[in-house]
Each structure stands twice: as C-alpha cells, then as structure tokens.
C-alpha cells in the first residue's frame, strides 16, 4: 500500500468505527449501583475479594458475611428449577417443597415462535426461583443447533440465529423483570457435546458473529442479561473460560455488558488467564480462583485492581436482585398452578403438525378404539442422561393426557409395543463383564419381540393406531452426542409391522430433536412433532390431537432427509474422532480432569478439533444455498385451516441504512377452524459484494385467525440488522444492494415477493 492507500484505509477504519462507536453501546443498568460499589470494595480486604470469585459451595459463590453482601445462589436452568442437592455433593436433599414445573425444553419453546411466551416462560420459572431462594438461573440454554445429532438439541433453541435471539430476548427479560438473575449459557459456541471439555472449535469470524453470537448478544444488548456462563469448549484455541477477545473484546467492551461470568462446571482452566480475560467466578471450588489467585496478587503477578473490576462485576448482580434469606426459601411447594399454566400453554403452541391426510383431529362421534403404541406414551421426560432434569409434582405422559380428555368417548387400549433402550452410561452396565452385557442383549431382543406381538393384535382390532414414539431423555442428554437420527429401539421397524394390519396409523413422535422419518412419514396418516414437553405435555397433545386447539408449532429447524445431507456431516466436519471421557461426568465422579491433554493432540483431524467449514451455512442457509431437498424445511408446520397471503406491499422501495423496511401484506385463514399461522419475512441477496447465505429469517409473527378472518400484517426488517461482519476491518458493514423480500409460511414455502434497493 502507498501512503494515500494507508491514508485511504485508516479514514474508512475510523468513520466506521465512529459509526459504531460509544453511543452505540448498550448502557447497562446495572452500572447505576457503581458509586455504592465503590464504597463497599474500599472496605473489603484482598482475601474477601478473591473469596467471591470461586465456587463456595456446589451451587453459590460467597459475599462477605461482614458487610452485609450475601451469597449468590444459582440453580439450574434451563427448562424448570432443578431440585435442591446437599450442598457439597451431587446427592439430592430429598425434599419436599422443591418440586418444580418442568416447561417444555428448549426446542419445543423456540417452535412456538412466540417471544411473548418465552417471556412468560422465563416469568414462570423465575417465580418458582424466588421461591427456592435463587438469585440466579442457569439459563437460557441459546446455542446454535448446528448438529442434528447435538446431544443438547432439545435444551437448545433453534439453528436459526433471528428465531434464537428473539427468544432468548424474551425468556431473559420474563426472568430478570421477576428479580431473578439470567445466566445465557454456554457461551460461546458449544454446539456439540462429544469431547465438549476438550474441543477447540475453529470458526471464521463471519460465522461466530452472524450466526453464533446473535442470541448472546441480543439478551445481552435488548434485555440486560445479568449473568453469562462461559463453555467448556475453546473457541480458535483458547477456552471460553479464558478467551480475552470473547469475555472482554465482545461481551463487555462492543455490548456493554456490565454482569458476571461464570464458567461451566469445572471448565476453569487457568488462574492469571481467566481473571485478567474477564472470568468472575470459577465453578464450582476454587482449584484456580482460590489461593492461587490470592497467592498471584500477593505476587503482583495480577494486579488487585483487576481483583475489584472482577468483585464490581459481581456485586452489580448482587446489588440488583435481592437476596431471599435462607429461613424464606421453600417454604412451599415451587411448582403452583399459574406456572403450569404457562407449561401448558407453551406445549400446546409448540407441537408440530407435519403431516395431516384428513384423520386429524380425531373424529370420536362414533367411540372409535384408539390403539395407543409406544414406550413414548407412558414415558415421562423431566428427567434422564446426564445433567440437570427438573423433580417435578406431576407430569402428564402422553396416555395419560390422552384418557383425560378423551373420557369415556372412545375406547384407548395400550400395548408397549418397543422398548426403551437403558441408559448407557447407567449403574447397570458397571462391572459387567462382556458375557453378562451379551445375555442382557439376548434379553431384550426375546422382550422386543413380546411386546411386538402384543401391538400388534392390539393394531388390528383398532380403528386408529396411535403410534407415540421419539427419542427420550438417556438417547439426547448431556455429554454425548447421538450417533445417528434413526428412531431408536426398532421403533421403524414396528410401524411397518402395524402398517400391515391397520393403514391408519397417526405418529406422534416424542422427541427433542431431528429424526430420520423416511419408514415412518408414508406409513402414518397424519405425523405429529411433540417435543418433551414439560409437565402439561400430555394434555398439550392430547387436544391438538382431538382439535380442541389447532397445532400452530413450526420447525426450529430443518428435518433432513438424511443425516449426512447435513451441513458439518457433508463436510466430513462432524464426527472429528473417537469420543472421550465427559468433563462433567469426570467431575461428579471425581475423577482427574484431563482436558489439558488436549492441548498436546496436533491439529488435522484429531477428535478435539471441530473445524466449522460450512461457515454460515448453518441449517437451512446450507440446504437453501447448496440446493439440497429436505423432509420438512425450517419454519414448517400445518395448522387444521389454510391461509392465503397477497398484496405484499413496502411504503417505498429504497432504503438507507437507517431505515427500517416495513413490510405489510393480507394474510386470511381460509379454513374453518381458528388457527395460528407463523409469518415468515426472509432476505434474499440479488447482487451482492459479499457471499451470503441464499436467504436468511429477518422477521416474522404468530397471528391468530379465526375462520374467514383476514388481516392486514406488518414486519419490519431494520436495515441494521442486515449488516454484515467484516473480518478485515472488524466491523459491522453495509452491503448495499437489490434484495429480494420473501414472504411464507416456511423456508421451504414462499408465498409473496418483492424487490427492494439498498442503498
Ligand atoms: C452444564 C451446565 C450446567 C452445569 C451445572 C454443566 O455440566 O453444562 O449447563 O448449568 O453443569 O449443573
């Protein structure tokens, strides 16, 4: 570059950064308590500072008992408060008043597309936090779904970054608005849990800021997220726990957050690391956050000035949420009606109607015998795998939910039909020797074919088969990643048994995640996606299936054809190897962690490197851009009605970079049912300077209709939010050009069209 050139370059440097500059930066309220915080840290001693950045017991960190500040409580998180263990140990207490409302999990909240709910959501469970006497909860659980196999799918939201970020939005500022701390976790880039404490994921900065960091910034920058929880994972070769430019660079200096990080438990690698990066606390214990940091002051080897901004951090979140004193917390039970009302209505907005010939709902006029098959229908999800469940007062199962609002009008007859797989890693595979593990096969494979005979003559005398199958919570858990989509346990198999003796088969698949559906999607009448789906799930489904509520759920993400059509699978990104021991698992058990090994295994194709290739084509951006035929597309969903879209109309045509695009277009439910329909506005590039992916959500809304009802509906698509990062400046850009608008019912199913300018 000549002189002028670098002249040339800087101004362009500065004006953009002036662009974003300081006004731009969320002002958190939590730096109103700053003045007071000052006065408190200019008492402390240096031994009570560093006493608060560590774990005090499994789930606190400690105040300082001398002045007054009290303990910080977590629970988790994210989908019903966990229940309370002994302090030290992960044993539970075993009482009574902490039973908890288990809410739908993750990926069924994000099917509702409904902000809204997911700000009762977050309301709900921080009313029976504050019963438990928590400051703060270990959620929202927001990663990107960019696996179908991801072990956590089912906690997490979406793959799509717009439908996360809107949700994590809401489920914060329900919680936080409550007096409850939220803790957006795990940040960042913890998309898969195969070797999750070991694995350096390598991602291009387009991608970590367009699709990954999204959701975490928008609680951060529109609700106030108070706390984050840094992963177990490295991000481009360091661990999140220490990652300067992920704790300090983003997250405090362009969002502004003002809160406290926390790592993952037992995820701290380092002392001088991870305080001088922005790590508050280590949890749990204080292996580097404890004497070692004092010893580190004492040294001057950190500065104690780092020590109060780490101290200041926390005592923000503690200034702001009011602790519960130990003698208030459960006084009685957690779990109270309004919030399972709010389970309900989350798992009745979240199920998925995939396909429907006509037999739903459920005609009853003429007391049909219902054939209810599937371990699924008797099987409860608040609990399983690895990590945290919810003990829950009652949780209605599928059967159960299904005889509650059926009554005496049909005939429901259940028979098993499959059997659950047990859970690998359970008690009961320790100290079998390989003879033992052989007989329990056999076993089971002479039960598998029991309870096949059994559903099947209990298929052929019914009118409808109710075939209610999924996954469960041991095949998706923590820890570990499934090793495939098929429906576990022959569940494919079974149905192309019951299809020979009865065609009318409906298919309720209980399930957190993505299944291969090519056996059972021709072989069933009507399929049906029904998430686990909290305490309510049951009687959720049960009158989605009967019409007293129209199904108005929509994919989170795409259903593949095959698992390996899928972005890192085709890629050959996923798997990277052999999995190894769990981080977490390790730590309960007490075992050494061995994460630091991987620092010793070399780069190329080793299990501890994940190399993100597909860079933004996460999803449907993948299958969109790359032409390749999905199952069912992002966004999909049937409703028992129909609803036609026309005359998209914009108030003009070009656009600065201030504007905002407000789309409006008539939307009417054609049916004869009241039905919700999930507007979807997607942005697709004409002529771009940049790749992008082919289109990409940017807005979209749940509207309710009643049968011939039509309205008038309005999304707006903020210019801003169409920016793009650029790596070589390090920042956010314009890219202006002719875009397209697509207006649908999903990714896979565009009603409307328009062009617009950018300028
Ligand atoms: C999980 C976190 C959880 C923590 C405490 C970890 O294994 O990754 O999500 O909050 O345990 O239970």
Same mark, same amino acid.
């Not at 409580?73 to 992960?90: A, C, M, N, Q, V």
């Not at 309900?344 to 010939?357: E, F, H, P, T």
């Not at 059967?399 to 039909?417: F, H, P, Q, S, T």
């Given at each position: 570059?000549?002189?002028?050139?670098?002249?040339?370059?800087y101004?362009?440097?500065?004006?953009l950064?002036?662009?974003?500059?300081?006004?731009?930066v969320?002002?958190?309220?939590?730096?109103?308590?700053?003045?007071?915080?000052?006065?408190?840290?200019?008492?402390?001693?240096l031994?009570?500072?560093?006493?608060?950045?560590?774990?005090?017991?499994?789930?606190?960190?400690?105040? *300082?008992e001398?002045?007054?500040i009290?303990?910080?409580?977590?629970?988790?998180?994210?989908?019903?408060?966990?229940?309370?263990?002994?302090?030290?140990?992960?044993?539970?207490?075993?009482?009574?008043?902490?039973?908890?409302t288990?809410?739908?999990?993750?990926?069924?909240l994000?099917?509702?597309?409904?902000?809204?709910?997911?700000?009762?959501?977050?309301?709900?469970?921080?009313?029976?936090?504050?019963?438990?006497?928590?400051?703060?909860?270990?959620?929202?659980?927001?990663n990107? /779904?960019?696996?179908?196999?991801?072990?956590?799918?089912?906690e997490?939201?979406?793959?799509?970054?717009?439908?996360?970020?809107?949700?994590?939005? =809401?489920?914060?500022?329900?919680?936080?608005? /409550?007096?409850?701390?939220?803790?957006?976790?795990?940040y960042?880039?913890?998309?898969?849990?195969?070797?999750?404490?070991?694995?350096?994921?390598v991602?291009?900065?387009?991608?970590?800021?367009?699709?990954?960091?999204p959701p975490?910034?928008?609680?951060?920058?529109?609700?106030d997220?108070?706390?984050?929880?840094?992963?177990?994972n490295?991000?481009?070769?360091?661990?999140?726990?220490?990652n300067?430019?992920?704790?300090?660079?983003i997250?405090?200096?362009?969002?502004?957050?003002?809160?406290?990080?926390?790592?993952?438990?037992? =995820?701290?690698?380092?002392?001088?690391? &991870?305080?001088? &990066?922005?790590?508050?606390?280590?949890?749990?214990?204080?292996?580097?956050?404890g004497?070692?940091l004092?010893?580190?002051?004492?040294?001057?080897?950190?500065?104690?000035?780092?020590?109060?901004?780490?101290?200041?951090?926390?005592l923000?979140?503690?200034?702001?949420?009011?602790?519960?004193?130990?003698?208030?917390?459960?006084r009685?039970?957690?779990?109270?009606?309004?919030?399972?009302?709010?389970?309900?209505? *989350?798992?009745?907005?979240?199920?998925?109607?995939?396909?429907?010939?006509?037999?739903?709902?459920l005609?009853?006029?003429?007391?049909?015998?219902?054939?209810?098959?599937?371990?699924?229908?008797?099987?409860?999800?608040? $609990?399983g795998?690895?990590?945290?469940?919810?003990?829950?007062?009652?949780?209605?199962?599928?059967?159960? =939910?299904? $005889?509650?609002?059926?009554?005496?009008?049909?005939?429901?007859?259940?028979?098993?039909?499959?059997?659950?797989?047990?859970?690998?890693?359970?008690?009961?595979?320790?100290?079998?020797?390989?003879?033992?593990?052989?007989?329990?096969?056999?076993?089971?494979?002479?039960?598998?074919?029991?309870?096949?005979?059994?559903?099947?003559?209990?298929?052929?005398?019914?009118?409808?088969?109710?075939?209610?199958?999924?996954?469960?919570?041991?095949?998706?858990s923590?820890?570990?990643?499934?090793?495939?989509?098929?429906?576990?346990?022959?569940?494919?198999?079974l149905?192309?048994s019951?299809?020979?003796?009865?065609?009318?088969?409906?298919?309720?698949?209980?399930?957190?995640?993505?299944?291969?559906?090519?056996?059972?999607?021709?072989?069933?009448?009507?399929?049906?996606?029904?998430?686990?789906?909290?305490?309510?799930?049951g009687?959720?489904?049960?009158?989605?299936?009967?019409?007293?509520?129209?199904?108005?759920?929509?994919?989170?993400?795409?259903?593949?054809?095959?698992?390996?059509?899928?972005?890192?699978?085709?890629?050959?990104?996923?798997?990277?190897g052999?999995?190894?021991?769990?981080?977490?698992?390790?730590?309960?058990?007490?075992?050494?962690?061995?994460?630091?090994?991987?620092?010793?295994?070399?780069p190329?194709?080793d299990?501890?490197?994940?190399?993100?290739?597909?860079?933004?084509?996460?999803?449907?951006?993948?299958?969109?851009?790359?032409?390749?035929?999905?199952?069912?597309?992002?966004?999909? =969903?049937?409703?028992?009605?129909?609803?036609?879209?026309?005359?998209?109309?914009?108030?003009?045509?070009?656009?600065?970079?201030n504007?905002?695009?407000?789309?409006?277009?008539?939307?009417?439910?054609?049916?004869?049912?009241?039905?919700?329909?999930?507007?979807?506005?997607?942005?697709?590039?004409?002529?771009? &300077?940049v790749?992008?992916?082919?289109?990409?959500?940017?807005?979209?809304?749940?509207?309710?209709?009643?049968?011939?009802?039509?309205?008038?509906? &309005?999304?707006?698509?903020?210019? $801003?939010?169409?920016?793009?990062?650029?790596?070589?400046?390090q920042?956010?850009?314009?890219?202006?050009?002719?875009?397209?608008?697509?207006?649908?019912?999903?990714?896979?199913?565009?009603?409307?069209?328009?062009?617009v300018?950018?300028?």
């Amino acid at each position: 570059m000549n002189t002028i050139e670098k002249l040339f370059a800087y101004l362009t440097l500065f004006f953009l950064m002036a662009a974003c500059s300081q006004d731009d930066v969320h002002r958190s309220a939590l730096l109103q308590y700053d003045e007071q915080i000052d006065e408190i840290i200019a008492r402390m001693t240096l031994e009570e500072k560093v006493n608060m950045l560590h774990g005090k017991h499994l789930f606190s960190s400690a105040g *300082v008992e001398r002045l007054g500040i009290a303990d910080m409580k977590y629970t988790d998180g994210p989908f019903g408060i966990r229940e309370e263990l002994h302090s030290d140990s992960w044993q539970p207490l075993g009482i009574e008043n902490d039973r908890a409302t288990f809410f739908p999990t993750g990926s069924a909240l994000a099917a509702t597309w409904s902000p809204e709910l997911a700000c009762e959501y977050g309301k709900a469970m921080a009313i029976e936090a504050r019963l438990r006497g928590k400051d703060m909860v270990l959620g929202p659980s927001i990663n990107i /779904q960019r696996i179908p196999t991801g072990g956590r799918t089912y906690e997490y939201l979406s793959e799509d970054p717009f439908l996360s970020a809107r949700l994590s939005v =809401g489920y914060t500022k329900g919680m936080q608005d /409550q007096g409850v701390a939220a803790c957006l976790k795990h940040y960042a880039l913890n998309n898969q849990e195969n070797n999750r404490g070991r694995v350096n994921v390598v991602v291009g900065e387009r991608a970590m800021h367009e699709i990954y960091l999204p959701p975490f910034r928008a609680a951060v920058e529109e609700a106030d997220a108070f706390g984050v929880m840094s992963a177990y994972n490295k991000v481009n070769g360091w661990w999140c726990a220490e990652n300067e430019i992920l704790l300090t660079q983003i997250l405090r200096n362009d969002w502004g957050f003002a809160g406290m990080v926390i790592s993952d438990w037992g =995820g701290t690698h380092s002392t001088v690391e &991870s305080v001088e &990066s922005g790590l508050n606390v280590e949890m749990p214990g204080k292996k580097y956050m404890g004497e070692a940091l004092l010893d580190s002051v004492k040294a001057g080897v950190v500065s104690e000035e780092v020590i109060d901004r780490r101290v200041r951090e926390i005592l923000r979140v503690r200034m702001a949420i009011q602790p519960i004193p130990e003698d208030e917390a459960n006084r009685e039970v957690a779990s109270q009606p309004a919030q399972q009302k709010v389970a309900y209505d *989350v798992a009745a907005r979240s199920i998925v109607l995939l396909k429907n010939d006509g037999i739903l709902p459920l005609a009853l006029d003429r007391r049909p015998v219902i054939a209810v098959i599937g371990d699924n229908a008797t099987q409860t999800m608040a $609990k399983g795998g690895i990590g945290a469940g919810v003990k829950t007062p009652y949780e209605v199962a599928p059967l159960d =939910g299904l $005889k509650n609002k059926v009554a005496d009008r049909a005939e429901i007859v259940y028979a098993r039909g499959y059997q659950s797989a047990p859970f690998r890693f359970g008690r009961r595979f320790w100290n079998k020797t390989a003879e033992e593990l052989e007989e329990m096969r056999k076993e089971q494979e002479r039960a598998a074919l029991d309870l096949k005979k059994e559903a099947l003559e209990v298929a052929a005398k019914a009118d409808i088969v109710l075939f209610i199958g999924g996954n469960n919570r041991t095949v998706e858990s923590e820890g570990f990643d499934r090793r495939d989509i098929f429906l576990p346990s022959g569940q494919d198999e079974l149905v192309r048994s019951i299809a020979e003796v009865n065609p009318n088969i409906v298919t309720v698949l209980v399930s957190g995640a993505p299944n291969d559906l090519n056996v059972v999607q021709p072989l069933s009448k009507a399929l049906l996606l029904s998430w686990f789906n909290g305490s309510e799930g049951g009687n959720a489904m049960a009158d989605v299936l009967l019409g007293n509520s129209s199904p108005g759920g929509r994919l989170p993400f795409t259903l593949p054809m095959k698992l390996d059509d899928s972005p890192a699978y085709a890629l050959g990104n996923y798997p990277q190897g052999e999995q190894g021991s769990d981080i977490f698992a390790n730590l309960v058990a007490g075992k050494k962690d061995d994460s630091r090994k991987a620092d010793t295994i070399k780069p190329g194709n080793d299990p501890n490197t994940a190399i993100y290739s597909e860079e933004s084509l996460v999803g449907y951006r993948w299958f969109d851009t790359k032409n390749v035929p999905v199952m069912y597309p992002f966004g999909y =969903g049937l409703t028992y009605a129909s609803f036609e879209y026309s005359d998209l109309t914009t108030k003009k045509n070009k656009f600065g970079k201030n504007d905002v695009i407000s789309l409006t277009f008539d939307l009417e439910n054609t049916g004869n049912m009241p039905a919700d329909e999930v507007v979807q506005a997607y942005v697709h590039r004409v002529n771009p &300077s940049v790749e992008w992916p082919y289109k990409e959500l940017k807005a979209f809304s749940r509207v309710t209709l009643q049968p011939g009802e039509r309205k008038n509906v &309005s999304l707006d698509i903020p210019v $801003k939010s169409l920016m793009y990062w650029n790596e070589s400046l390090q920042v956010w850009a314009h890219d202006p050009c002719t875009l397209e608008l697509f207006v649908g019912a999903s990714a896979g199913d565009i009603r409307l069209k328009k062009e617009v300018i950018l300028r």
